[in-house]
């Protein structure tokens, strides 16, 4: 897997979110969450299923809208009401646990359709920037194949090149690797740890703790919409304050 070309050509932007609100219902799912992560940053959030760290995230690129706060990324204010919403979803790039490429497109045709469609980027110079992408995670040789030709974490590996083909300043990442074999968790978490030390912005939600502990800057724990604690990773992992963080790490670890 090739690491030098290693440099990103997009700056990397951070996102600060301040009173974030968000209800299904009667179901106030988030309930007045404070985050910051500073451009370059990367940092981890854990916690039980259900404690709304994927709503979390989801209200970051906005495809959920929050009930209450702001969040800034990259000079947009996502909570403004006349925010342009396809200028600031441009800016974040977002990887799921289901990796959710398009099955009858080939992985090229997979990380351009998109830089086509809504950046205008003439088809050329989006496989150039496409194919340094897929060069950065390791499958420059693989863009004429289809998704189904590709191992689970082949497949992810084209979802980050897709997102970074966007040229994101953020990244948000759902649970990668949750849906991998064992033995390709691996090489997605090496693709990541590269691109942290590249520079990009990123906000990983993970169960790897060991990955949380060596490549994130922060660590974040949330139960029940609110975050309890947060700190340098190898503090709240390695030594939890809260008694619901000491409680959710015993089970994980
Ligand atoms: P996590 O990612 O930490 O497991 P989620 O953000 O997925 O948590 O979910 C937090 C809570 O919000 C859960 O109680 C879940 O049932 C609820 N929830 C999430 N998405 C929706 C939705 N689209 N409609 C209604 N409730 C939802
Ligand atoms: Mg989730």
Redo the contacts with the bound molecule.
């Keep these: 897997m090739s690491t030098d070309n290693n440099e990103l050509s997009v700056h990397a932007a951070g996102v600060e979110i301040t009173g974030l609100r968000?209800s299904?219902?009667d179901?106030e799912?988030?309930k007045g969450i404070d985050l910051n992560v500073k451009p370059g940053e990367v940092v981890c959030l854990i916690?039980?299923?259900?404690?709304?760290?994927?709503?979390?995230?989801?209200c970051v690129n906005l495809l959920?809208k929050p009930n209450g706060g702001t969040i800034l990324v990259g000079g947009f204010n996502a909570t403004d009401p006349e925010v342009n919403l396809d200028q600031m979803r441009q800016k974040v790039g977002m990887v799921f646990q289901q990796f959710n490429l398009f099955p009858h497109l080939t992985v090229l045709e997979n990380c351009t359709v998109a830089p086509i469609k809504v950046l205008k980027r003439k088809k050329v110079d989006a496989q150039k920037i496409a194919k340094s992408h897929l060069n950065r995670v390791g499958l420059g040789d693989f863009g004429e194949r289809y998704p189904d030709q590709l191992s689970g974490g082949q497949q992810q590996r084209v979802a980050i090149a897709r997102a970074l083909s966007m040229e994101p300043t953020l990244m948000l990442f759902?649970?990668p690797t949750s849906a991998l074999d064992p033995e390709t968790v691996g090489e997605v978490l090496a693709i990541m740890k590269s691109l942290a030390q590249a520079g990009m912005t990123m906000l990983v939600?993970t169960h790897e703790m060991a990955f949380a502990k060596e490549v994130a800057d922060r660590v974040v724990f949330?139960d029940g919409?609110v975050v309890v604690e947060e700190g340098k990773a190898a503090e709240v992992i390695g030594n939890p304050q809260q008694p619901r963080t000491q409680d959710f790490l015993r089970r994980v670890l």
Excluded: F, I, Q
């Design positions: 968000k299904y219902g179901n799912v988030l916690g039980p299923s259900g404690s709304g760290k994927s709503t979390l995230l989801r959920e759902d649970e939600v949330m919409g």
